[in-house]
């Protein structure tokens, strides 16, 4: 399949999105992590996390998987997630379908902002759809007293586009708005470099299995509360009950390149 026909069905797919946020954003079916503003403690003894993005977002639960891992850790304050998320979403569904109300509606401490896994790319919109949406969103939420927390994604298994197509352009963006990053996809690329056997990926479409949303996990434990994740349970259960986690023996390698590309995140938005 071309790079432009697997852009076409993704906008076909965005198209859809808003009906599909909309379920999911209700539903008890849907992420496991769509819950009522009001349900939520006071600011002041939790950090709460809205999730704004598509599948690579739901499937595992990754919100929980990132709620489940905090408390496993300890550590204070907890955190509480909530998800807004619609399959093959881009920014600009989730704008049009009035997630900036959801923003307004809580006192968020972080909003993680991922975009759909190809529109980042130069060839495939970056200009004009990824950057342009994540200084709308970011508006909304500097405005809420809130930070943006990118959500860099990775290439798909078999795409020869190199990683760095896709981490460049989370990073400009995260510099230019003095946001923070979770840089997912930098952490992957560490990960198959040591071990090319490693599980990630579920299917062609780069969704991740379950050792992989840990490791996307693992990664926003170390960006939110700037500690490294090694150490941390090997799996994890979440609120809705769904084990996520790595074989024991993977744990420190998968939290090790984690808080590694962190760390060289931070770098790099700094050295420029």
């Given at each position: 399949?071309?790079?432009?026909?697997?852009?076409?069905?993704?906008?076909?797919?965005?198209?859809?999105?808003?009906?599909?946020?909309?379920l999911v954003r209700f539903s008890a079916g849907g992420a496991g992590t769509d819950r009522?503003?009001?349900s939520f403690a006071d600011r002041k003894h939790v950090l709460k996390v809205l999730f704004i993005g598509n599948s690579?977002?739901?499937?595992?639960?990754?919100?929980?998987?990132?709620?489940?891992?905090?408390?496993a850790s300890g550590q204070d304050p907890r955190l509480q997630v909530q998800g807004m998320t619609a399959g093959g979403a881009t920014l600009q569904v989730?704008?049009?379908?009035?997630?900036?109300?959801?923003?307004r509606d809580t006192d968020w401490n972080y909003v993680v902002l991922q975009e759909q896994s190809l529109t980042p790319l130069s060839e495939s919109g970056r200009d004009t759809l990824?950057?342009?949406?994540?200084?709308?969103?970011?508006?909304?939420?500097?405005?809420?007293?809130?930070?943006?927390?990118?959500?860099?994604?990775?290439?798909?298994?078999?795409?020869?586009?190199?990683q760095e197509s896709l981490t460049?352009?989370?990073?400009?963006?995260?510099?230019?708005?003095?946001?923070?990053?979770?840089?997912?996809?930098?952490?992957?690329?560490?990960?198959?470099?040591?071990?090319?056997?490693?599980?990630?990926?579920?299917?062609?479409?780069?969704?991740?299995?379950?050792?992989?949303?840990?490791?996307?996990?693992?990664?926003?434990?170390?960006?939110?509360?700037?500690?490294?994740p090694v150490g941390l349970p090997a799996t994890v259960t979440t609120a809705a009950r769904q084990p996520v986690g790595v074989l024991p023996e993977d744990a420190p390698l998968v939290q090790g390149a984690a808080w590694e590309a962190v760390e060289a995140a931070k770098a790099r938005l700094k050295s420029k």
């Open positions: 399949m071309t790079p432009r026909r697997t852009l076409a069905i993704v906008a076909l797919l965005a198209l859809l999105g808003g009906v599909a946020w909309i009522p503003a009001g690579y977002t739901y499937v595992n639960d990754l919100p929980g998987t990132v709620e489940a891992l905090a408390k989730h704008w049009d379908s009035n997630a900036a109300a959801a923003i990824f950057f342009p949406y994540a200084r709308k969103f970011h508006e909304v939420i500097q405005a809420r007293g809130a930070k943006s927390l990118f959500y860099m994604t990775w290439k798909w298994p078999d795409s020869k586009t190199p460049q352009p989370y990073l400009d963006i995260t510099r230019e708005l003095g946001a923070q990053v979770a840089p997912a996809g930098m952490a992957l690329e560490l990960v198959l470099k040591r071990n090319p056997e490693f599980q990630f990926y579920a299917d062609k479409g780069g969704h991740p299995t379950p050792a992989g949303t840990y490791l996307v996990a693992c990664t926003f434990f170390a960006a939110i509360y700037d500690k490294s």
